[in-house]
């Protein structure tokens, strides 16, 4: 069940107000000490009763809290300037921010905005303003598309010498590949050359070696007077 909310306004017993002010004095010297030790701040709390009892809480000595927010009371008061010098700043004030305001009302014209109660003399200076600016505008934007088309073309130049340099070398490395290809096929016919070389000189030798035997066998029929058969 949610807590009643308690009206704010003077207790009128007398018993009842100072028994609030007793727990109420508590629990805010409970929250300033929660609050000093939580946040490292210093905290000073003085409370006068209604019966003009005095009491105090501070997270560190009384005397020296109370001195330093002398000390920087002081330094507020002669940071703020007395008011006959405040009117020239104000003065400025209320100047820059007419000058602004003209200024953004100039703005808005220039866009075609806010344009009531312009006379026809006013009409065409800001014609011509928008005129200029407009030439101003196109000059710029033709010396960037100027740029960039150079900045392409160069591009292209880079890209098609670094082409000419890939077909190159692949061309060269073709070569490479073509002349020891050529070179392993004479090697090879080298090698068959001799291959068939070698059968040849064999061939022979058999042959002569088998030539005697044929002789011998001849002669053997012919002295046997055996039929010679070829």
């Given amino acids: 069940m949610a807590r009643e909310k308690i009206r704010i306004k003077k207790i009128d017993n007398v018993t009842a107000r100072q028994v609030t002010f007793s727990k109420r004095r508590r629990g805010i010297f409970k929250k300033a000490e929660e609050l ?3 946040c490292d701040a210093e905290v000073a709390l003085i409370i006068f009763s209604a019966t003009g009892k005095l009491f105090e809480f501070s997270s ?5 809290i109370l001195a330093r927010y002398n000390l920087h009371a002081s330094n507020l008061n002669k940071l703020n300037p007395p008011l006959a010098l405040q009117q020239p700043e104000n003065s400025n ?6 000058d602004i305001e003209d200024k953004t009302r100039q703005l808005r014209q220039l866009r075609g905005e806010d344009l009531q109660g312009l006379s026809l003399d006013d009409l065409q200076r800001l014609e011509k303003l928008v ?19 150079s900045s392409l073309e160069r591009r292209g130049a ?3 010498e670094e082409n000419n340099n890939l077909r190159q070398r692949l061309m060269m490395l073709e070569r490479g590949k073509t002349a020891a290809f050529r070179e392993g096929e004479t090697v ?37 007077a055996l039929p010679f058969s070829m």
Avoid: C, H, Y
């Fill in 60 to 64: 560190s000595r009384m005397r020296d």
């Fill in 36 to 38: 000093s030790v939580l």
């Fill in 93 to 98: 004030l209320a100047r820059l921010s007419k």
């Fill in 188 to 224: 090879a016919g080298v090698q068959e050359g001799m291959s068939l070389e070698s059968a040849v000189t064999t061939n022979v030798s058999s042959s002569s070696s088998a030539s005697p035997l044929d002789d011998d066998f001849s002669d053997t029929s012919l002295k046997l």
């Fill in 158 to 160: 880079e890209l098609e």
């Fill in 131 to 149: 005129e200029s600016g407009l030439g101003r505008v196109r000059e710029k934007k033709g010396e960037r598309v100027m740029g960039e088309i």
